[in-house]
């Protein structure tokens, strides 16, 4: 199996290209053939010698994202699932909100985190996706878009998988997408959301980015997130906060908290206390996420009064806190409900 050629960064093209006895140059002639003229294929670079283009289809090949099914929503939402060449399927998603369309992307087949309220994890992690795989996810989303002359303006790496245990591949697909001779994403309008994998969360931190990042959390305290996510057990509770805490004082930039709301599982107010009491320090923002019914597990809906009363308990005591605008719930837009469907019938 050839690599892909979205694999690889400008940087990659041009030392590819150099080993192939050319200028540096012809990598970002490739790099804008991929990324702003958005070609399918190597016959198309004009630009290219013959003999340069017979080359790269001799040495790589395009990502190939065949539509199993695409849903569209009320509200704008598109959700596809596409095939790889492996036969796995992911999902992707294009989001329409005011300010733009933000897509959500895929990291992994699969995710062998286990989060209790997710149906990606139901069959286990089958593979990473490689850094083209996810980088053609936005490409294709790119090339919709084109029809109508909208562009992608924001992503987030909030599809199926922990980018965090894919860290290279989501780093890579990272540094294409912000790339200024690229699709060009400003990095403030890229959200990368982890589980709390710890020693990457230092890592990211590290890595002196613009990038948001959101932090899965779905609980106040140990106990109660280890029996939602059994990562918790892996990297327990108080070594996120302080992996957040470097972060925060490395970077300076906000947090955000995912917070999934069960209903009578996390969502009383003595939750919201107890979660307010621990984020009272941190520049943060928490999302609260009225759950999706997932019919394998079974839990209910927090009531509309109940998520209410949870957001006015953070924001009274100064947390700054939203309820998520739901998106696609009549097309089960929720990460992993398509692909799930898919295997069930597959
Ligand atoms: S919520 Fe994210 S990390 Fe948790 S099981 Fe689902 S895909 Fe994996």
Same mark, same amino acid.
């Given at each position: ?10 940087? !990659? ?8 006895? *050319? ?30 283009? *017979? ?11 065949? *539509? ?17 060449? &492996? ?23 699969? #995710?062998?985190?286990?989060?209790? +309220? #997710? ?30 002359? !909208? ?16 860290? !290279? ?13 690229? /699709? ?57 906060? &302080? ?66 009363? +949870?957001?006015?308990? /953070? ?32």
């Amino acid at each position: 199996m050839k690599p892909f050629i979205y694999d690889l960064t400008l940087e !990659e093209l041009q030392d590819w290209a150099k080993n192939n006895g *050319e200028p540096a140059f012809r990598g970002g002639q490739i790099f804008d053939w991929l990324y702003v003229k958005r070609v399918n294929d190597f016959s198309e670079m004009t630009n290219l010698s013959k003999g340069l283009r *017979e080359k790269l289809a001799e040495q790589f090949s395009f990502v190939t994202l065949h *539509e199993i099914t695409k849903l569209e929503s009320k509200d704008g939402t598109v959700k596809f699932l596409f095939g790889l060449h &492996d036969d796995h399927a992911i999902e992707t998603v294009i989001m329409r909100h005011n300010y733009g369309n933000s897509i959500c992307v895929t990291t992994q087949v699969g #995710c062998r985190i286990g989060c209790t +309220f #997710c149906a990606s994890t139901l069959g286990g992690l089958k593979r990473n996706l490689t850094a083209g795989e996810i980088t053609a996810q936005v490409v294709q989303a790119q090339k919709i878009l084109d029809k109508t002359n !909208e562009r992608v303006s924001s992503i987030v790496i909030m599809g199926s998988g922990e980018p965090f245990e894919n860290y !290279e591949a989501t780093m890579t697909f990272l540094r294409t997408m912000i790339h200024e001779k690229g /699709l060009n994403i400003g990095q403030r309008h890229i959200t990368v959301s982890t589980s709390g994998i710890v020693p990457n969360i230092y890592k990211f931190a590290d890595e002196d980015t613009q990038i948001n990042l959101a932090i899965s959390i779905h609980a106040p305290n140990d106990a109660l997130r280890s029996k939602l996510m059994p990562v918790n057990r892996r990297y327990p509770f108080n070594d996120v906060m &302080d992996a957040l805490r470097y972060y925060l004082a490395k970077t300076g930039r906000r947090i955000s908290f995912e917070y999934a709301l069960i209903g009578g599982v996390n969502d009383q107010a003595e939750h919201a206390e107890e979660l307010a009491d621990v984020l009272k320090d941190m520049l943060c923002h928490v999302n609260l996420i009225p759950v999706n019914h997932v019919p394998e597990r079974k839990y209910v809906r927090t009531s509309r009064s109940d998520i209410f009363n +949870f957001q006015r308990i /953070l924001a009274d005591k100064g947390i700054n806190v939203t309820i998520r605008r739901e998106q696609g719930h009549d097309i089960a837009a929720a990460c992993g409900q398509l692909r799930a469907k898919h295997m069930e019938l597959g």
